[in-house]
């Protein structure tokens, strides 16, 4: 049995990003990107009023003293007016800020009389005026290799004139579930049956992480019948069974997969729920096989196939976990075994509360949780301690 960390790093080692590919900005949004991406222009890319006022030089304007205004600075063009003493020019927010002007002041603190103002207030120098480059230097890093693009990073791509990026390819992944006693959501359970669960939160953890879904499966515990869907499975850049993985006399998978020439980098991780995990490899693509209970197949989704799928979209760093919480525990946890145990909450303002049963066949409160506690072997973990837990939405 391998350790959960050693797992995940094995699998990361193995794992190489698909090629890039260049998309329209709108098209980038939660992947990640292939370069380094540098500010082409400064932002502001020139001064310019954050006000609708009149534009002064602050030595020569001074509360109760009158000033000509000479003319108008719309935003939207440079009408290259210049201040000279004794001066206004009105001006709007984001219109460029005239020559021989250092100062706005707002429409509010000054008294209009025909084509004369009186400010009501000293000007500062600078004041309300955004410099050129005060935000964003020409050069300066914007977008670094591996960040997910989020909505707000198109904007700066945009404020670039920058149309298109290179990001990381999607990887195609098939869902295959496994068991005799499943029935799809078509049928009607018998007794000793139940509905098979499992492929659609895969699909929807699947596409969560922004990767494509192409091929959704279920197959009967029969080796031959296995074989075949398994290889159907292997064609993608991903393959994700669910269920058979352990030593049961129905579970057939690994010997399937082995059957089919994949080789078999791991199989069993030290965790709880979850250890009857397995990654491997075959020519074209990697192998995960999850333990067929629920809450294993989620949180060896997480923990492996997640980071995994991000890894090969481009992310890096820590951009291929889960964010990390640090927040107060509600209640003592504690692990008696030898293996690491995810505990599954609810992480609100009060802290991180476990919910539901914590057994590898719950399904409930995993549906109502939010948020993962990983408890060492042998920890024990205290009400009011501070712990990190791992958030997804
Ligand atoms: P297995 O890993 O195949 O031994 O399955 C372990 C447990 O998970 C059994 O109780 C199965 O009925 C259940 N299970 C396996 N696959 C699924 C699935 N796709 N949907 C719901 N439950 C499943
Ligand atoms: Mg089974």
């Known amino acids: 049995m391998i350790s959960e960390k050693d797992a995940l790093a094995a699998i990361l080692n193995k794992v190489q990003p698909l090629p890039s590919c260049s998309?329209?900005?709108?098209g980038a949004l939660d992947r990640f990107s292939a370069r380094d991406i540098f500010a082409r222009l400064p932002l502001p890319p020139f001064d310019n009023s954050a006000m609708d006022g009149y534009a002064v030089a602050a030595e020569s304007s001074s509360a109760g003293k009158r000033l000509r205004v000479k003319s108008e600075q719309p935003a939207g063009e440079d009408r290259n007016l210049e201040l000279k003493p004794g001066e206004a020019i009105r001006i709007f927010t984001g219109a460029p800020i005239p020559a021989g002007a250092d100062a706005v002041i707002m429409q509010e603190d000054v008294e209009r009389l025909g084509n004369e103002i009186i400010p009501k207030v000293n000007a500062q120098p600078h004041e309300f005026i955004r410099r050129k480059g005060s935000d964003l230097a020409e050069g300066q890093k914007i977008v670094g290799l591996g960040e997910r693009i989020r909505?707000?990073?198109?904007?700066?791509?945009?404020s670039q004139g920058l149309a298109e990026i290179e990001v990381g390819d999607v990887p195609r992944v098939a869902i295959i579930s496994t068991g005799n006693e499943?029935?799809?959501l078509s049928g009607t359970?018998?007794?000793?049956?139940?509905y098979e669960s499992n492929s659609i939160m895969l699909h929807a953890l699947t596409e969560k992480a922004g990767a494509a879904v192409v091929l959704v499966e279920h197959c009967a515990d029969d080796p031959a019948a296995l074989k075949q869907t398994l290889q159907r499975g292997m064609q993608n850049d991903v393959l994700i069974v669910s269920g058979g993985m352990s030593v049961g006399d129905h579970d057939f998978v690994k010997p399937g997969l082995s059957s089919l020439g994949a080789a078999i980098d791991l199989w069993r991780v030290a965790m709880r729920p979850g250890k009857p995990c397995l990654f491997g490899g075959a020519a074209n693509g990697s192998i995960f096989g999850l333990p067929g209970n629920p809450l294993s197949a989620f949180c060896t989704f997480l923990k492996f196939v997640r980071p995994a799928l991000l890894k090969m979209m481009f992310a890096a760093g820590?951009?291929?976990f889960l964010p990390k919480v640090i927040?107060?525990?509600t209640?003592?946890?504690e692990n008696d075994g030898d293996r690491a145990h995810y505990l599954h909450?609810?992480?609100?303002?009060a802290g991180f509360t476990p919910i539901g049963r914590q057994e590898s066949h719950a399904l409930y409160g995993l549906s109502r949780a939010n948020a993962l506690l990983r408890i060492g072997p042998g920890a024990r973990l205290r009400a009011g301690e501070n712990v990190a837990v791992e958030v997804w939405a």
């Open 23 to 26: 998309t329209p900005l709108l």
């Open 151 to 158: 909505p707000q990073t198109l904007g700066v791509l945009a």
């Open 182 to 184: 499943l029935v799809p």
């Open 189 to 194: 359970p018998k007794r000793g049956q139940i």
């Open 318 to 320: 820590d951009e291929l």
């Open 327 to 329: 927040c107060s525990l």
């Open 331 to 333: 209640c003592d946890v």
């Open 345 to 349: 909450g609810d992480l609100r303002v």
